[in-house]
């Protein structure tokens, strides 16, 4: 099964991001609480699709996708960006810091699900 | 998806929401006070609002999410030097924080609509609108333009309407648009054309030429990461990849090492205190980033009872292992119930550290109640604080803050004066209130200073007077700084109007009922003129403590370790009657100690000896107040396990509380301060009780 990490800084939203996998059938999520934290995680095991907040303390989204790409094992990894800015700068930064995609805060499940099968079908 | 239970989300976000308002609130004085705000801060700031925002609009909190983003994209703007910070802004910021607890409150009970909004983010608005416009002369002038899009009208459509809207297109050809919905896209297409966007490989040229080798020959790879068409599956190959690769260059934080839980040594000097917790402070919280688990209470209350339990088996057994008769098998027994005993204190004391929070997290609470009431009062004051990483059981905080939240609140209101009458004594026109902890000897202590007018005694004592706590007689023998302690009794306030500040019904003799809850002493040092000091003791945790079991007739009480100060027997010389005869004094070392007879407290007693000389003397101490237990003989000493007994049953004068023996009984534990009152209440009332007998 789909191994997913999920980064963000907000307990509430981890919540509700792991609740709305699961109720997608995605049960094996492991939540970080920011970049670094996030990092560490993605290190230690290897996830099939990571879905990062933008901003959180220590190390923001972007940077840590920076991070992660460098990393042999998710160099080609879905890197999903969960952002409250849909702004076309957003999305070019999401970009060059080599995201797959963006999912707008606040998510939709269904919206969720679909995206995230998207990735994984492939 | 069906069942989504926002409801539910919405209570977590309103728990998370009050720690990220307390850290925006700090962040905000802080810059208050200096007029200035760090990158740093600032980072900090727009992550707080931007979280609000984010996780309020998740669980639609629409009209709270609307106005939090004008404050976002302000403090955007601020954190990118679009515009520069001036020192009105803090303010404005404030009671931006202000309104939006507010708004929060109302939209989730229910009670919000747009007019509400208007009137009550109206005047913020043009505030945050002449800012961003410049209108403000310090302010950049060249943001006229970003005025338009912060107006009410326009925020609604920028983010409150997550149903299919604009700004999201599709960049994959070869992804059929109908099978998405427009909250979410990918960046396939600039992947693959990456000239329609220049930068995108100009970044990861920069980037490559700066990175290391290793990493560059990543990028390589990076080249054909693109999305669906190229995406390799998860090969076994891919899977077999070391995870731990060196990484040479990127630059490990600092922040990943945990700090380990330290036990906190008793701040020594308060003058040093401050820089080494400003260390501690960060390492703290920079671990709870990334290293903490949220755990409720409640689970580790029932992780601490299960222990408690152990602790309550092992003393059967110990108990019943003295009982065996075979000498050999007996010490092999007790030798490796011992060892037993051992791993279970262990286990109780890193349950304890779990428990263990620093006092940070009260603390926190306080600079914006004394900057709103500061305010209000037209005072000036500076808040200190010291032992910002001492640590605290999560369970005493609870019941810690509120009383503290008072003695500040009396203090600004009562202790501190205006700049005025300060200049006018000779003080600085700025009072201070500063606050600190520290751990020695097993108990908690914590102390507030003010620098402010102190308290009056005499004032104090006469009102005790009047309303018949204390009579003349005592009026006349008391020292000014027991008569100050008197604003601790019921319905005794120093102050000349009541306020909506401190008067709120509320007096100091709830704050010490609240202290004594938690097995807490209080106390007041004054001095008119120059200030207050209160001091508060408590012990480091109300579920486990060290007793002494002791006997009355029959029955067997526990007296906490902690209050007593030394036994005896006494000898004649040493019990001095007065009054009537029936009051007994002990006389030790030119000190007299009122005798406290158990047996006549709970009358239910028939003990084994009447005589003081017979039985033994047991000399505890409650804060300042001492007395002389008298019993028939003191037993053993040992570990209880603590069990509330008004949650479990209803408080008992002068029992504090109750456990469970090694022999499956209820042991009852004596609670001082409540014995002494109770014995007071008994004297007065015996005094009352003649007195009417006479007249």
Redesign the interface.
Known sequence: MAKLLIVD?????R??LS??LS??GYSDVVEA??G??GL?KA????F?LIITDV?????DGLTLI??L?????Y????I?VLT?E??DEM??K???A??????????????????VN??LS? | MAGFDISMYREMFLEEAVELFESADNVLLEAENNGSLTDEQMGQLFRDVHTLKGSGASVELVYFAKFTHEVENMMDKLRNHVIEFIPEMASTLIDCMDVMKEILHLEAAGEMDQDKLDSMTHNLLAEIKGYLSGTHPSSAPSETVSVESTSTTQISDSFADKSEEDSIGFFDDSIDPTKFNKAYGFFKEEYQNPQAFGFYSDELQARSESAPTVATKNYEENDNFGFFDEMPAISPDNKELSYEKPEPNIEKPKSVTPAPIKKQAPVASKADAGPKDEDDKKSASLASATNNIRVNLDKIDTLMNNVGDLVITNAMLTQFATSISETKTRVAVLERLELLERHIREMQDSIMSIRMVPMESIYSKFPKVIRDISKKLNKKVEFKHYGDAVEIDKAMIEGLTDPLMHIIRNSLDHGIETPEDRLKVGKNETGTISISAEQANGQMIITIKDDGKGIDGNKVAAKALEKGLIDENQFAQMNENDKAMLVFGAGVSTADAITDISGRGVGMDVVKTNIHKLGGIIRLETELGFGTVITIVLPLTLAILDGLDIAVGDKKFILPLSAIVESLQPTKEMIKKIGDGTQDLLMLREEFIPVVKLYQLFNDVEPKYHNLEDGMLIVVKAGNQKVALFIDEFLHQHQVVVKPLDKNFRSVEGIGAATVRGDGSIGLILDILGIIDAQKKIDRHDLEFKKKKVS
Request: charged share 30%; aromatic share 4%.
């Open positions: 800084d907000s307990t509430m939203l919540d509700m609740y709305a109720e997608g609480v920011d670094v934290d560490e290190k230690s095991a290897l099939d901003n959180m303390p220590n190390m920076g991070e790409r460098k990393l042999p094992q160099s080609s990894k879905p999903l409250t849909r702004s999305k070019a999401g970009k060059a080599g995201a797959t995609g963006w999912i707008v805060k606040p998510f939709v499940p269904d919206q969720l699900l679909k995206a998207i990735v492939r």
